[in-house]
């Protein structure tokens, strides 16, 4: 049991690292049989990855049909993504009245361990990373339903990986942005902390 529990996230990484350097592209059927073949693995280890990967959004599962990569019209990215500017930044005021010391501090140890996995993380630990960063961004505001309307619009976005992190210029970007989000916010400076956050999530554009 702890081998094969050691085992599974090396091939959902595989499988994710695939699809974020197009050799799945968006749309494209994942077939279990083609998977096992393609990543010498066991049907069963091969169906567990899949359920992984549908559950960070990278992958989609249609009953009775099977898997694919996760696909999203133009339109409805730009709608869900113009939505999130203006709940985030919308946030922005809550942020400052309820962000502690202690919670900047956080922040900053979540920036710079995204930016540590840059180096030498998988991309799925940098996927979870990134998601731990910005839960942890509007975890802080007191309004919890609007902490559960960004929760839900960040749900329905494409998966950063399958969209925004195509070269590592981007992934460095974001980096560079999260450690922004941090120094705007400890400076207590809501003009600047409205544009790195529309910035943050245009990136995806």
């Not at 990215?77 to 113009?82: A, L, M």
């Not at 942020?95 to 501090?105: E, Y």
């Not at 920036?111 to 990134?130: K, P, V």
Request: aromatic share 6%; hydrophobic share 45%.
């Amino acid at each position: 049991m702890p081998k094969k529990a050691a085992t599974q996230p090396g091939l959902a990484d595989r499988i994710a690292h695939d699809i974020q350097s197009g050799v799945h592209g968006a749309g494209a059927w994942l077939k279990q049989i083609d998977m096992q073949e393609r990543y010498g693995a066991k049907r069963l280890d091969v169906r567990r990855a899949l359920d992984l990967l549908v559950l960070k959004r990278l992958i989609e599962h249609i009953p009775n049909r099977g898997y694919h990569v996760y696909a999203m019209s133009e339109r409805s990215e730009d709608e869900i993504r113009d939505v999130r500017i203006m709940l985030e930044a919308g946030a922005v005021p809550d942020l400052i009245a309820s962000a502690s010391a202690a919670g900047i501090k956080n922040l900053r140890a979540l920036a710079e361990r995204f930016a540590g996995l840059l180096r030498e993380g998988t991309l799925l630990e940098q996927y979870e990373a990134n998601l731990a960063f910005h839960a942890a961004v509007y975890d802080i505001c007191s309004n919890r339903e609007l902490v559960g309307l960004i929760g839900d619009m960040r749900g329905r976005a494409p998966a950063a990986p399958a969209t925004q992190w195509w070269t590592r210029a981007r992934i460095e970007q974001s980096a560079r942005e999260h450690f922004q989000i941090v120094e705007a916010l400890e400076a207590r400076d809501a003009g600047r902390l409205r544009k790195v956050i529309t910035a943050h999530i245009r990136q995806s554009a």
